[in-house]
Structure formats: C-alpha cells, structure tokens
C-alpha cells in the first residue's frame, strides 16, 4: 500500500498538546524522513541541535495509518529530555501530502492526553545518509512553541 504514495522527501511534523501546570497548549515541529515498506510507514526525525526525537510507526489500511509513537524532549526544555509515547491514528490526504490526526499519550502528571498531529510533505527531496549524520540543509532545531487560543 506504502508503495502507491511518494513517502520522499523532508516532511514537516507537527503537533500541539497541552503542556505544565497550567495546561498551556504548546506546538512541537520536527523535520522527518519517512521509510515506506509494504503496508507500514516509519517516520524519523531528522537529528536535531537540541537534542529530541521522534519516531513513529504505522500500519496503512488504504488511506489510514495507525500505529504509534515515542518522543524524547529536548534535554533543555523543562521536562529534561523525558520520553513519552502512545498511540497515533493520521489519515492520509488523497494526494498523499499530507497525514493529519490526533495522538494520545500521557503526560507528565500522568493524566493521558490527546494532541493534533499533522505531517506535511515539504517538497525537497534529501540524501538519507547526510540526514542520519545531521548533515542536512533543514534547520535540525526541533521548536516547542506556546499557541496563543
């Protein structure tokens, strides 16, 4: 099924989920590079300069990707380098650009969590070796963000 679509390329990861004592939405963007085989879909962040990652894994049935995710913070943001994972449901755009869904996870207070997710193809196609090494022309630097309601 993976084979139908162009997984190429840099793809832009987003996603916003309340963060803190206060619940604070923030939005969490990654640079990923996607590695389609058969009917499952791996998502990889490219390495970024402060030190998080992400990486998924799905399974696609046609248009819907279902699977799950780890993240691991920055070890300078305030949640010092903590891993989270749970589980992640994206359906595939018709044009095959664009994943967009929810995740659901815990949090740091321990209370399960869901965010919105989008994973957006951005066009430029990369050297999969230069990426592993860091070595990329995207700016590596995950970005954490409040949003404003």
Not at 64 to 78: D, F, H, L, R, V
Not at 87 to 95: G, P, Y
Request: aromatic share 10%.
């Amino acid at each position: 099924m993976a084979e139908k679509y162009d997984f190429s390329g840099v793809w832009r990861s987003t996603y916003r989920v309340p963060s803190g004592p206060n619940n604070k939405v923030i939005e969490v963007e990654h640079y990923m590079v996607l590695y389609p085989k058969g009917n499952r879909l791996v998502m990889e962040s490219i390495p970024s300069t402060d030190g998080s990652y992400l990486i998924a894994r799905f399974t696609l049935d046609g248009r819907i990707a279902t699977g799950s995710y780890q993240s691991q913070n920055s070890p300078k943001t305030a949640a010092k380098g903590a891993i989270y994972y749970g589980a992640a449901q994206m359906v595939l755009d018709a044009d095959g650009k664009t994943l967009r869904g929810m995740g659901v996870g815990f949090g740091k207070d321990m209370k399960v969590k869901t965010s919105d997710w989008q994973v957006v193809h951005i066009g430029q196609h990369h050297n999969h070796t230069h990426a592993a090494a860091g070595a990329t022309h995207w700016s590596a630097q995950a970005s954490r963000r409040v949003v404003k309601p």
